[in-house]
C-alpha cells in the first residue's frame, strides 16, 4: 500500500475508533469549542446558499451554522461514519431539517463547480496529505466572491491541550507494540505558521486573507479527570496493546507534564490553546 492509502486508513481508524470517546465529551469539549463554529458563523453570515462544512467530525461547525443561520442549507462531509453518527444525533436534538450529513472522503468525492456560498473547516485541513489539491477543489466549488473559512491549530508550545499527550506518546518506542503513530507530517501543529498558511491560500488565487487567533480555555477538575479524557479521546483506542508497565510510565508522565498548569490550592488544571482562523474569497 502507498503512503497516502496508508495515511489515509490509519486517520479513518483513528477517527472511528475516537468517537465513543467524542461523544462522551462532546459538550465538555464544546463549551468552549463552540467560540469557533460561532465565529465562522459570524463571518459567513450573509453567505448564498448552499454552504458546505469540510471534516465536520460530530458535527461542527455546521450545527452551529444551521441553527444560528435556520435559512441556510448546509451540507457536512466527513469520511469517518462513526464521526457522523454522533453528527446525526446531534443534529437531531434540535430538529434542524436545513442540514445534510455525507459521508466521503474530500480527497475523492466530487464538489460541483460554482456551487457553495461559503465552505467552512474546523481543525480539519491541517490533516489532508494533499491540502493543494483540497484548496483547488475548494476554490473552485465556490461561487465567485464566496468565502473558505477554515480553522487549525496554533505553534505546539501554545496548544498543551495537544501538545502534552503528543509529546509523551512520541518519546515512546510503540511501534514495538504495534501501534501504528504514522503521519506526523501533516498532524494538528502542520499550519500552525502563520506565512506559510496565508501563502498557501493566495497561491491557490483567494484573496482578502484575514487571520484572527482564538484563544481556548479548557478547564479540567483534577488529574484523575485529565488522564481520563486523554485516554478516551487520544490515547486509548491506540494503545490498548500495550503492556502495563508502558501504560503506567504513560500516565505518570502525562501528569508531571500537565501539574504545570495546575492550580495547587484548588486542583483545577487550566490549559490555554491558540487556534487560528483564516478567512479568504475566491
Ligand atoms: C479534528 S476532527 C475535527 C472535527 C470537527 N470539524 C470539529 O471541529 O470538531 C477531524 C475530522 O476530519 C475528518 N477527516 C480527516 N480527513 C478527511 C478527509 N480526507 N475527508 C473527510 N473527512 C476527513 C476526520 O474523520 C475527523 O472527523
Redesign the pocket.
Known amino acids: 500500500m502507498d503512503t497516502l492509502s496508508n495515511t489515509?486508513n490509519f486517520?479513518?481508524d483513528k477517527?472511528n475508533k475516537g468517537a465513543k470517546g467524542y461523544n462522551k465529551w462532546h459538550d465538555f469539549l464544546e463549551d468552549e469549542?463552540s467560540k469557533?463554529s460561532i465565529r465562522i458563523t459570524e463571518l459567513i453570515r450573509k453567505s448564498s446558499n448552499p454552504i458546505l462544512?469540510?471534516?465536520?467530525?460530530?458535527g461542527?461547525?455546521a450545527i452551529t451554522i444551521a441553527k444560528l443561520l435556520p435559512c441556510s442549507k448546509v451540507f457536512a462531509?466527513?469520511?469517518?461514519p462513526q464521526?457522523l453518527t454522533i453528527a446525526k444525533e446531534k443534529s437531531k436534538i434540535y430538529e434542524l431539517n436545513n442540514i445534510e450529513f455525507i459521508e466521503?472522503?474530500?480527497?475523492e468525492t466530487h464538489l460541483h463547480k460554482n456551487c457553495y456560498g461559503s465552505i467552512v473547516?474546523?481543525?480539519?485541513i491541517m490533516?489532508?496529505p494533499n491540502l493543494d489539491f483540497i484548496l483547488k477543489k475548494v476554490y473552485k466549488s465556490l461561487v465567485k466572491g464566496g468565502k473558505f473559512v477554515a480553522?487549525v491549530w496554533g505553534q505546539k508550545e501554545k496548544v498543551p491541550l495537544l501538545n502534552i499527550p503528543q509529546t509523551v506518546l512520541g518519546s515512546y518506542d510503540l511501534e514495538r507494540f504495534g501501534v501504528k503513530t504514522c503521519c506526523e507530517s501533516n498532524g494538528p501543529f502542520s499550519l500552525s505558521n502563520i506565512d506559510k498558511l496565508k501563502e498557501q491560500f493566495s497561491k491557490i488565487g483567494f484573496i482578502n486573507l484575514y487571520v484572527e487567533k482564538i484563544i481556548l480555555t479548557i478547564k479540567i477538575n483534577s488529574l484523575e479527570q485529565y488522564i481520563e479524557g486523554v485516554k478516551e479521546l487520544d490515547i486509548n483506542p491506540l494503545l490498548s496493546n500495550i503492556d502495563y508497565n508502558t501504560k503506567e510510565s504513560i500516565i505518570k508522565n502525562l501528569k508531571e507534564k500537565v501539574s504545570k498548569y495546575k492550580d495547587n490550592k484548588t486542583g483545577l488544571i487550566t490549559l490555554e490553546n491558540e487556534a487560528i482562523l483564516i478567512s479568504s474569497i475566491k
Open positions: 489515509k486517520q479513518i477517527w469549542f469557533v462544512d469540510i471534516a465536520t467530525g460530530y461542527e461547525p462531509i466527513d469520511k469517518s464521526m466521503a472522503d474530500i480527497t473547516s474546523r481543525w480539519g490533516l489532508f480553522v
